[in-house]
T-cell receptor, first 115, second 113 residues
């Protein structure tokens, strides 16, 4: 069985602070995919990143960066110099190699960035 | 390129009724998945369709069903609605069935009274 845990249910920061959202996953698969999505108040899930289990290189995209560590089954997400527009719920998700496009989501972390 | 379109956006139904939700995927995408989002259970996978065939099904009762048409548009149906079916139903569109990223619509918010 697969499981994704986002231990931080809510984080509040002041604008320009850096913030890291934690994600820990469980799977028996050797090949799998990890995702992060952002859900603003409008409701749709916005795709941020997809990473396969064989690629442990960290990735940076503007103010966003991701740290994938297979040894600790973690895929953490850092926002540098946070902005009010970053306020949203962020979901980490896991996809098995042999279950089509089915995503197993974590419980989400609500990020509030205050001006 | 148009995104994923879900209709209707909001719906209020009475217990015992049935409801049909619609999803039009991104042009060229052949896989459509459905998810239910509630405050208590979070985001849960309902089912996935690819080329008009159900590929995977989540742990939901038989009252939840779906289908996909030849143009990749999908519908999901919930019969004999219960109060607990109140949720945001999200549709996700993927290019194919090979572990590709999913792009989501804005969802249909269903309220059962």
């Amino acid at each position: 069985a697969q499981k994704v845990t986002q231990a931080q249910t809510e984080i509040s920061v002041v604008e320009k602070e850096d913030v890291t959202l934690d994600c820990v996953y469980e799977t028996r698969d050797t090949t799998y995919y990890l995702f992060w999505y952002k859900q603003p108040p409008s409701g749709e899930l916005v795709f941020l990143i997809r990473r396969n289990s064989f690629d442990e290189q960290n990735e940076i995209s503007g103010r966003y960066s991701w740290n994938f560590q297979k040894s600790t089954s973690s895929f953490n997400f850092t926002i540098t110099a946070s902005q009010v527009v970053d306020s949203a719920v962020y979901f980490c998700a896991l996809m098995s190699n042999n279950a089509g496009n089915m995503l197993t989501f974590g419980g989400g972390t609500r990020l509030m960035v205050k001006p | 390129k148009a995104g994923v379109t879900q209709t209707p956006r909001y719906l209020i139904k009475t217990r015992g009724q049935q409801v049909t939700l619609s999803c039009s995927p991104i042009s060229g995408h052949r896989s459509v998945s459905w998810y239910q989002q509630t405050p208590g259970q979070g985001l849960q996978f309902l089912f996935e369709y690819f080329s008009e065939t159900q590929r995977n099904k989540g742990n939901f009762p038989g009252r939840f069903s779906g289908r996909q048409f030849s143009n990749s548009r999908s519908e999901m149906n919930v019969s004999t609605l219960e109060l607990g079916d109140s949720a945001l139903y999200l549709c996700a569109s993927s290019l194919d069935d090979m572990n590709t990223e999913a792009f989501f619509g804005q969802g249909t918010r269903l309220t059962v009274v």
